[in-house]
């Protein structure tokens, strides 16, 4: 299936209308044994109602296992976007791709450096580009340790709050407020309704790291999380990954304050 390029953030933002958004994240590192593996980890969230398929991670990403995998992907006929972890998180079998700034990095490489290296590319490739801020909270994982994050106290809503504020007038689109893969515990429901509340009602506020259940799914939505990312659970227990993303599209029509 093609088409999708140029017509990605139409279509999150006429979705969001709907009801709030499911990201189905792979990464490719951990499926690399077999692509087909990544399509049928997908498969029953492509049941479910899952809105996108993401692709990334920060360690063990080549272009070429990329584009094996997202070509495994393309048949679902949802948007694969690129969640890149640094320059070789891109690949032209996408449709479009996270434009990602870490705010909250100590190392400028990770705020602009990737990113003046990965424009020449994205623009090659014609990916469609979502311009986000990727803000690591508490935790962080692999993605914060990679990095260098500075993360966010998970009590000090406020400090996320001025970055998302700062993120939107230069233009950011997207919030990320990412808790870290397989973090112990998710971004905390008052920092989310904090950055939701703060935030243009377009922008929309993504969250995820550490969101295994549908409870912490619903709880993440009723904040204000326009999107919930899952990952860990889709490759550990499909069944249980199938349920938040049912859960979450029961939540229904998104409210914004
Ligand atoms: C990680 O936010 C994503 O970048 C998803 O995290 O693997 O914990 O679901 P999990």
Known sequence: ????RGRVAKYLAE??????????LIDPDEVSVD?????????????????VILVGGSI??????????????KKYGLPVVLFPGNVNGLSR???????????????????????????????????????????????????GYIGRARPLPPDKPEIAV?????????????????AGSGAPSPIP?????AVRKAVDTRTMVIVGGGIRSPEAARKAVKAGADVVVTGTIVEEDAERAARIVRSIKRQGRHTSS
């Open 1 to 4: 299936m093609g088409g999708w």
């Open 15 to 24: 979705k969001r209308v709907e009801a709030p958004l499911h990201f189905t």
């Open 35 to 51: 692509p087909d593996h990544a399509a049928r980890l997908v498969e029953p969230m492509v049941s479910a109602g899952t809105d």
């Open 60 to 73: 063990g990403v080549s272009e070429r296992l990329l584009d094996e995998v997202i070509s495994s992907l």
């Open 93 to 143: 079998e996408a449709d479009a791709v996270l434009f990602m700034s870490l705010l909250n990095s100590d190392d400028p490489y990770y705020i602009v450096g990737a990113q003046v290296q990965g424009a020449v590319i994205v623009k090659r490739y014609g990916l469609e580009a979502l311009p986000t801020a990727y803000l690591i909270v508490g935790y962080g994982g692999a993605a």
């Open 162 to 178: 001025a970055y998302a504020l700062a993120a939107e007038l230069l233009g950011m689109r997207y919030i990320y407020l990412e």
């Open 189 to 193: 429901s008052e920092m989310i309704a």
